[in-house]
T-cell receptor, first 113, second 115 residues
Framework: DQQVKQNSPSLSVQEGRISILNCDYT??????FLWYKKYPAEGPTFLIS?????DKNEDGRFTVFLNKSAKHLSLHIVPSQPGDSAVYFC????????????FGKGTKLTVNP | ETGVTQTPRHLVMGMTNKKSLKCEQH?????MYWYKQSAKKPLELMFV???????ENNSVPSRFSPECPNSSHLFLHLHTLQPEDSALYLC??????????????FGPGTRLLVL
């Protein structure tokens, strides 16, 4: 059973608009969440993270929102740029095992010029 | 070389072959990981090494055998694989401080095809 779910396999947005990528989790022990971005033929690269003690973390055009009661987080990219086209993975970890990241299946974002 | 490197980038092998995947990190990290990414599935953690000691083995079949001779190198030895083992194998490293959600740095992966 998947503990981290990204229910949208793909998302397409216009350049300049907002991209919203969603992630749901089932394990209430998760207390740290990360987003990774992956281009073809490259490994995933860390993008942004959020601790469960916060509900928002912002880094430039990227903002992650966490709703613990709903076990839901989202990544907002605004404004979206064609170079943001990639697969975005949501990942979670719990205090008991910081080496263990549980990943979602990923959402492929396409930003059209 | 910087970051995390993996060789080979692509590998085709028969079910009776023995091959090894190599990972090297140039970041001074103490923890290294092997992940498997199959089509339409999440990244699955296979093995974790911290300071060259294996700390995690996620019920991986014995036909996959990891080796960590030092904190910079990690190998995955493959033997008598099955076609369903075809996947992208990703190596990652992290500082290994034990901090929650510690950032992991990934290599580009080895695309493996088992015939």
């Amino acid at each position: 059973d998947q503990q981290v779910k990204q229910n949208s396999p793909s998302l397409s947005v216009q350049e300049g608009r907002i991209s919203i990528l969603n992630c749901d989790y089932t394990n209430s022990m998760f207390d740290y969440f990360l987003w990774y971005k992956k281009y073809p033929a490259e490994g995933p690269t860390f993008l942004i993270s959020i601790s469960s003690i916060k509900d928002k973390n912002e880094d430039g055009r990227f903002t992650v929102f966490l709703n613990k009661s709903a076990k839901h987080l989202s990544l907002h990219i605004v404004p979206s740029q064609p170079g943001d086209s990639a697969v975005y993975f949501c990942a979670a970890s719990d205090q008991g095992g910081s080496e263990k990241l549980v990943f979602g299946k990923g959402t492929k974002l396409t930003v059209n010029p | 070389e910087t970051g995390v490197t993996q060789t080979p980038r692509h590998l085709v092998m028969g079910m009776t072959n023995k091959k090894s995947l190599k990972c090297e990190q140039h970041l001074g990290h103490n923890a290294m990981y092997w992940y498997k990414q199959s089509a339409k599935k999440p990244l699955e953690l296979m093995f974790v090494y911290s300071l060259e000691e294996r700390v995690e083995n996620n019920s991986v079949p014995s036909r996959f055998s990891p080796e960590c001779p030092n904190s910079s190198h990690l190998f995955l030895h493959l033997h008598t694989l099955q076609p369903e083992d075809s996947a992208l194998y990703l190596c990652a490293s992290s500082q290994g401080t034990g901090a929650p959600g510690e950032t992991q740095y990934f290599g580009p992966g080895t695309r493996l095809l088992v015939l």
